[in-house]
């Protein structure tokens, strides 16, 4: 038997049911909201700027530093660089490309030439050019010329690129110069003639593909020391 009580109750709860909320929460009348809210992406890194001469320009589609740097790091790079070319030269290719000046810069003049013989004067004012023409930005590397046995002069040259290298590493740090030499060494094959070479301070002819410019295998031993975690590349890229 319904009793006036039970009648209340059931319309309470009857009430109540209608005020319940429509499956998936908020307003009934309104369908739940199911976009998802988008993860913002980060920027891009500023790709590296590579210039030099022909250790450094393109030859071929994979046989360069610029492909061995990509390969590793997974970014794309800007290579400006051009066969041939003295330091000077490369100095003012650097400091005509305004649009890459807060880009990090890595710098190998790979062969000495268009330079005075026992002087490093030039470089050092070329580098100061380029340290001032990127500032406030503190990152870029350079790498001094190596020295093979075809190169003039071959023994005033190398003492010339260590003296280089240490006025550079004294006046703006360590961290701003990387030596390749050591590592191009280390590539030596044993013979007597590649003995010859580290002897004197010059890259292994084995590690060159024409007495002048190196082989992947130098291309390739050069970037993994760039680029290994805590590397020189790694080390300047956000200074």
Same mark, same amino acid.
């Given at each position: 038997?319904?009793?006036?009580?039970?009648?209340?109750?059931?319309?309470?709860?009857?009430?109540?049911?209608? %005020?319940?909320?429509?499956?998936?929460?908020?307003?009934?009348?309104?369908?739940?909201?199911?976009?998802?809210?988008?993860?913002?992406?980060?920027?891009?890194?500023?790709?590296?700027?590579?210039?030099?001469?022909?250790?450094?320009? $393109?030859?071929?589609?994979?046989?360069?530093?610029?492909?061995?740097?990509?390969?590793?790091?997974?970014?794309?790079?800007?290579?400006?660089?051009?066969?041939?070319?003295?330091?000077?030269?490369?100095?003012?290719?650097?400091?005509?490309?305004?649009?890459?000046?807060?880009?990090?810069?890595?710098?190998?003049?790979?062969?000495?030439?268009?330079?005075?013989?026992?002087?490093?004067? *030039?470089?050092?004012?070329?580098?100061?050019?380029?340290?001032?023409?990127?500032?406030?930005?503190?990152?870029?590397?350079?790498? $001094?010329?190596?020295?093979?046995?075809?190169?003039?002069?071959?023994?005033?040259?190398?003492?010339? *690129?260590? %003296?280089?290298?240490?006025?550079?590493?004294?006046?703006?740090?360590?961290?701003?110069?990387?030596?390749?030499? $050591?590592?191009?060494?280390?590539? %030596?094959?044993?013979?007597?003639?590649?003995?010859?070479?580290?002897? %004197?301070?010059?890259?292994?002819?084995?590690?060159?593909?024409?007495?002048?410019?190196?082989?992947?295998?130098?291309?390739?031993?050069?970037?993994?020391?760039?680029?290994?975690?805590?590397? $020189?590349?790694?080390?300047?890229?956000?200074?």
């Amino acid at each position: 038997m319904l009793t006036r009580r039970t009648l209340l109750g059931t319309g309470l709860l009857l009430q109540a049911a209608l %005020a319940l909320p429509a499956c998936g929460g908020g307003d009934p009348g309104t369908a739940p909201d199911r976009r998802e809210t988008a993860t913002p992406q980060a920027a891009p890194r500023p790709a590296w700027h590579l210039e030099g001469d022909s250790y450094v320009a $393109p030859r071929g589609k994979t046989h360069f530093l610029g492909h061995f740097i990509e390969q590793v790091l997974g970014e794309t790079v800007e290579n400006s660089a051009v066969s041939g070319a003295s330091f000077r030269q490369i100095g003012d290719r650097i400091l005509a490309a305004t649009d890459l000046r807060a880009n990090p810069l890595l710098i190998w003049d790979g062969a000495a030439v268009g330079r005075t013989l026992g002087s490093i004067d *030039m470089e050092l004012g070329v580098v100061d050019e380029i340290v001032r023409f990127k500032a406030p930005h503190r990152n870029w590397l350079l790498i $001094p010329s190596v020295v093979t046995r075809e190169q003039p002069n071959a023994a005033q040259v190398c003492k010339d *690129m260590a %003296a280089l290298r240490d006025a550079l590493a004294s006046d703006y740090g360590p961290i701003h110069v990387f030596d390749a030499l $050591p590592v191009l060494q280390g590539l %030596a094959n044993g013979t007597e003639s590649d003995r010859a070479d580290v002897s %004197a301070g010059l890259v292994p002819g084995s590690v060159l593909i024409d007495g002048r410019h190196l082989g992947d295998a130098g291309l390739a031993a050069v970037v993994n020391a760039l680029t290994r975690a805590g590397g $020189p590349m790694v080390a300047v890229r956000d200074l």
